[in-house]
């Protein structure tokens, strides 16, 4: 048995709810949701031109607020028909009635979700939970790696 699994607290079961989630892909643009920067929206590109890690399709919050709401929709309003990056959510190089749209579905809420929403507070350390996946793969032998 790996060290670190020997060195757990007795009882305290495997998370392999947590293991499956990494490995998850729920919109399936081949982007893990562990990666991703729009979980339930396909984005294979990963666009994010404000670079917040919430990719432009699911990211109308302009000022930073973690809400999208009318202070947002003012700032839209001043780049609508413009070629404004960060406003063109939709990505296809024109801020327009599209992005209305996307804008609109995340009204009142917060940008995302993304990874960084599902990310716990502190850094997490996963590599145990890949040497386990390892070890549910390769079976014995991981003595010692711990
Ligand atoms: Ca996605
Ligand atoms: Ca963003
Ligand atoms: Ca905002
Ligand atoms: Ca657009």
Request: net charge negative; proline share 6%.
């Amino acid at each position: 048995m790996p060290q670190f699994l020997a060195d757990r607290e007795p009882g305290l079961p495997i998370d392999f709810a947590l293991l499956g989630r990494l490995m998850q892909d729920s919109d399936g643009d081949g982007v893990g949701d562990f990666h991703d920067n729009a979980i339930h929206v396909p984005n294979a590109d990963q666009r994010d031109t404000d670079g917040d890690g919430h990719g432009n399709i699911v990211d109308a919050d302009f000022d930073q607020s973690g809400l999208v709401d009318f202070f947002d929709l003012a700032q839209f309003e001043n780049r609508f028909f413009t070629q404004d990056p960060d406003a063109d959510l939709n990505g296809d190089a024109i801020v327009d009635f599209f992005d209305l749209a996307i804008l609109e579905g995340l009204f009142y809420q917060a940008p995302g979700a993304s990874y960084v929403d599902a990310a716990p507070a502190a850094p997490m350390d996963i590599t145990p939970l890949i040497l386990l996946g390892m070890a549910e793969g390769a079976g014995a032998g991981m003595e010692g790696l711990a």
